[in-house]
């Protein structure tokens, strides 16, 4: 019996890889699917070294994004309501689970698994590098130290120059992974996503510099379940505060 429910699963999958793709020029297409609750399919079979296209259809009523995590490369990619973006992602080479992560700042979020050849274990954890991005700092310029904790966003100020603006995030958790994104607060609420530094480990930190107008702006940790390890929405838990830019 077991072997039966097991057989079936992977065939499972197989005919979902084969119902939601095609072949096509520039990588095989793979369509991703956003809608208000989420994004589809929540797992993709693909082959180690294939180039994908990946066509990204927006059906929400929210802006998304996607963006590989867990050391999958794939750059962050804004699909505004109602578009379509198309994405290229080459799989790498061995065998692995690669996930990129569909969602809506602060909202709903999909971490999607590309299962790459026989894998049935998630590859071994590749933080990023932390960003480190000082070419335009001079230092005149202000600096925000933004504490990162469970489940905490802290900076030492609440408002900050317009201006280039340094950003030092430190990560004081003794176990968990978090990150710092800076968001613009839209006159309508919602959230353009302006830089973020990505996979802080614990007792590490990371920095970046932001050329920012006066407004209002949000510092949030976007991790969710299933990413680095964690178990819970860090956003969801608390991990974001509000700045002005004056
Ligand atoms: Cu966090």
């Known amino acids: 019996m077991k072997t039966w429910s097991g057989v079936i699963a992977v065939a499972g999958v197989l005919v979902l890889g084969a119902a939601c793709t095609s072949s096509g020029a520039g990588g095989?297409?793979?369509?991703?699917?956003?809608?208000d609750d989420g994004c589809t399919p929540a797992s993709i079979s693909v082959t180690p070294g294939e180039k994908l296209k990946l066509v990204v259809k927006n059906s929400s009523s929210k802006d998304f994004?996607?963006?590989g995590i867990e050391g999958a490369q794939l750059q962050e990619v804004v699909i505004p309501e109602g578009r379509t973006r198309?994405?290229?992602f080459t799989v790498p080479s061995r065998d692995g689970v690669y996930k990129i992560k569909c969602y809506v700042p602060g909202g709903v979020s999909t971490i999607i698994e590309l299962t790459a050849g026989g894998a049935t274990t998630p590859q071994s954890k590749q933080p990023d590098a932390p960003t480190e991005n000082s070419a335009s700092f001079a230092p005149s310029d202000a600096t925000l130290n933004v504490t990162l904790a469970d489940y905490t966003v802290t900076p030492d100020a609440t408002s900050v120059k317009a201006g280039a603006i340094r950003f030092i995030a430190t990560n004081v958790s003794t176990d968990a992974v978090h990150e710092l994104y800076v968001l613009k607060v839209k006159d309508n609420g919602s959230l353009e996503s302006l830089g973020e530094i990505e996979s802080i480990g614990p007792k590490q930190n990371g920095s970046m510099v932001l050329d920012l107008s006066p407004g209002k702006y949000r510092l949030a940790?976007?991790?969710v379940p299933g990413e680095?390890?964690?178990k819970v929405d860090h956003y969801q838990k608390g991990m974001h505060t509000d700045i002005t830019v004056e």
């Open 28 to 35: 095989r297409e793979v369509r991703i699917t956003q809608k």
């Open 86 to 88: 198309t994405p290229g």
């Open 228 to 230: 680095a390890g964690s």
């Open 221 to 223: 940790c976007f991790i």
């Open 65 to 67: 994004e996607v963006e």
